[in-house]
């Protein structure tokens, strides 16, 4: 798992590279059917990404969510497969705050047992897996990726593009906490790495927003729970849409209490 990590590492930061290329011009910005943007840098991401998995074993299927019409006649016999975002938190992109990430993670029988994150802007990596733990990467820095006991008041991630009203209820309830806005799925990334305590999140995410990440948390010692506290799971329904959730970091946190 170690040797996948450093070449599904590589891909990512390549996929960084066509990214950045995009976003240090002027570049073009097109509404998707759900109203989400979609910009070339999603599309080169994609391409890159996509071509490079394939090299590394085309015999493993790729889900992306620039190629998410597979449907599910097929994907309902997949064992084993990649999960990719190439470019999560394309509005970020576009309001150029560098708070968007490449996401690829492997999934088997519906768990993310590898996941790569990577942040171009700020050339953070990071790394989590089954049997490899979790790492991070900035520059030429690296380390240990682990999550931090809560205290309080807790600090709580929230979307700086999607906050709704059902998140600002389950907050009131938690009593005293400090909020931290970010973007993309650097909020687990933040969670993993001990900066960030819960992302509570009540809005529409898709199956690849969160899987990449989600194999970090775990295996930086944190978790993803569906509402009913069960680990959340990918590929076992038609809708690639996820449930509620709750990112975790100190698996101790009454997270269900303020429900």
């Not at 990590?5 to 066509?18: C, P, T, V």
């Not at 576009?94 to 700020?122: H, R």
């Not at 010692?221 to 009913?228: A, E, K, Q, W």
Request: aromatic share 8%.
């Amino acid at each position: 798992m170690k040797k996948l990590a450093e070449q599904i590492s590589l891909i990512a930061r390549l996929a960084g590279d066509e990214i950045m290329a995009v976003y240090q011009q002027d570049f073009s910005v097109i509404e998707k059917a759900d109203n989400s943007p979609l910009t070339q840098a999603d599309l080169a991401a994609h391409l890159c990404i996509v071509r490079m998995l394939q090299e590394l074993d085309s015999e493993i299927p790729i889900l992306s969510e620039e190629s998410a019409s597979i449907d599910w006649s097929v994907r309902k016999h997949w064992a084993k497969y990649w999960l990719v975002d190439p470019l999560d938190g394309t509005r970020e992109f576009v309001k150029k705050n560098g708070e968007f990430t490449v996401n690829i993670a492997l999934i088997e029988n519906g768990e993310p047992v590898l996941g790569v994150v990577y942040a171009p802007v700020i050339d953070w990596l990071l790394v989590g897996g089954r049997d490899i733990g979790a790492y991070w990467q900035i520059e030429k820095k690296s380390g240990i990726a682990k999550i931090s006991p809560a205290s309080m008041p807790l600090k709580v991630a929230a979307s700086r593009s999607h906050r709704d009203e059902k998140t600002q209820a389950y907050l009131d309830k938690i009593g005293a906490f400090n909020t931290v806005a970010l973007g993309s799925s650097l909020k687990f990334c933040k969670i993993a790495t001990g900066e960030i305590d819960l992302y509570p999140r009540f809005g529409l995410t898709s199956e690849w927003d969160t899987a990449a990440a989600q194999a970090v948390l775990e295996a930086a010692g944190g978790g993803v729970f569906t509402l009913d506290g069960k680990p959340m799971r990918y590929n076992h329904k038609d809708s690639l849409l996820n449930p509620h959730f709750m990112a975790v970091g100190d698996l101790n946190i009454p997270w269900q209490d303020w429900l």
